[in-house]
């Protein structure tokens, strides 16, 4: 936060506090009153008597023996609460409408339900399109562009419980229906960056997606949706590195 940002904002006190904070949190170890007071423009004189109002309130933690601050365990609760409560969709419906502009194509928004991904969202093409899937419903992941991006984010312990709980069913000619092709699809769409449903799901609609996930988190997934005959290689290639600039700006402002 810069300074002319903070001029207008009431108690400097605030900004302090979360200074120290913000320092004690990327830290590679847990730092000293001296250690803090060295990384902070305060007095050590300032930044202890901080620390002991963070300390009252639980925000902070200071460990008697080794003399060392940690931040306090009152956090996991208030993260818990932002983790109940947290609703992708104000985040990502702005940028996914700029992205339908942009490619005139309709734009899809879901999330994890169990084994099948929950269609939370759908900005709709000028150009529209006909998809079987409605908001509110589920489709599966093993044959929708959303639920491979998302599959292919999975570690193997939750892939393998996956393919345990699920039976892979032909919807369309092109539907993976083998565990060991859809793993190594999975692979491929890792690597790259994002997935490919090409009539997997449904005849004559082609998907791309991309996954959104932060550090172990993914909130959900998008996906692009074209009619099979509007598809050509230049127009998919700009469409693809599009949504590769929304899928960055969404996770960063996660």
């Known amino acids: 936060m810069t300074d ?5 904002l009431y108690g400097g006190v ?4 979360k200074e120290i904070m913000d320092f004690i949190l990327n830290a590679q170890t ?13 007095t050590k004189s300032t930044v202890l008597k901080i620390l002991k109002t963070l300390d009252y309130c639980g925000f902070v933690r ?12 009152v956090f996991l609760g208030y993260a818990q609460k932002v983790d ?6 104000q985040i990502a419906l ?8 942009q490619t005139g194509e309709t734009v899809n928004l879901g999330i994890i339900d169990g084994n099948t991904i929950t269609l939370l969202e759908k900005m709709e093409s000028p150009q529209s399109v006909y998809l079987v899937s409605r908001i509110g419903g589920g489709m599966n992941m093993y044959s929708s562009a959303m639920g491979k991006a998302t599959l292919s984010q999975y570690d193997d312990e939750q892939l393998s419980r996956y393919f345990d709980e699920v ?6 000619p092109n539907t993976i229906v083998s565990e060991k092709k859809l793993r190594s699809n999975l692979a491929e769409i890792k690597q790259q960056g994002y997935s490919i449903d090409n009539e997997e799901n449904q005849p004559d609609v082609y998907c ?18 074209i009619p099979k005959y509007r598809i050509e290689p230049t127009k998919l290639a700009a469409i693809i590195e599009q949504a590769k600039v929304i899928q960055q700006r969404i996770i960063a402002a996660i």
Not at 167 to 172: E, F, I, S
């Open 14 to 17: 605030l900004i302090k506090g």
């Open 4 to 8: 002319a940002s903070a001029e207008n």
């Open 208 to 225: 791309v997606g991309f996954s959104l996930k932060t550090e172990d988190k993914i909130y959900g997934a998008f996906s692009i949706s």
């Open 84 to 89: 109940d409560t947290f609703d992708i969709r």
């Open 30 to 42: 847990p730092p000293t009153l001296k250690e803090i007071s060295d990384h902070v423009e305060m």
């Open 94 to 101: 702005p940028l996914l409408s700029e992205l339908r502009d």
């Open 62 to 73: 200071r460990d008697e023996e080794t003399k060392r601050y940690y931040l306090g365990t």
């Open 167 to 172: 039976t892979l069913t032909k919807l369309t």
